[in-house]
Nanobody, 119 residues
Framework: DVQLQASGGGLVQAGGSLRLSCAAS????????IGWFRQAPGKEREGVSC????????YYDDSVKGRFTISSDNARKTVYLEMNNLQPEDTAIYYC????????????WGQGTQVTVSS
């Protein structure tokens, strides 16, 4: 089965860190860009970061630059999102997704993982 499995969310205090994982299975991992998105209560989903596992190209939204780091372990078919200096405004459900079209369209979606940052 084609699957993206997100994990690693939790509750942290402001200034803390979490590492999210997105494990892929059932498809050619290196043919997809893998991205992280988040949706806070009452807000629209927004893109956070993405990576192309084939060449390591990365993208970060301005809101997370310098705090979040995306990486890929191609042998494990897993993408990580290291989140440091978390702030209450980072509170959201985080989703990972896969795109075979360099981010123009996200065809694959995993279930979300909740990140809650307390002040």
């Amino acid at each position: 089965d084609v699957q993206l499995q997100a994990s690693g969310g939790g509750l942290v205090q402001a200034g803390g860190s979490l590492r999210l994982s997105c494990a892929a299975s059932g498809f050619a991992f290196d043919e997809y860009a893998i991205g992280w998105f988040r949706q806070a209560p009452g807000k629209e989903r927004e893109g956070v970061s993405c990576i192309s596992p084939s060449d390591g190209t990365t993208y970060y939204d301005d809101s997370v630059k310098g705090r979040f780091t995306i990486s890929s372990d191609n042998a494990r078919k897993t993408v990580y999102l290291e989140m440091n200096n978390l702030q209450p405004e980072d509170t959201a459900i985080y989703y990972c997704a896969g795109s075979q079209s360099d981010g123009r369209r996200w065809e694959l979606w995993g279930q979300g993982t909740q990140v809650t940052v307390s002040s």
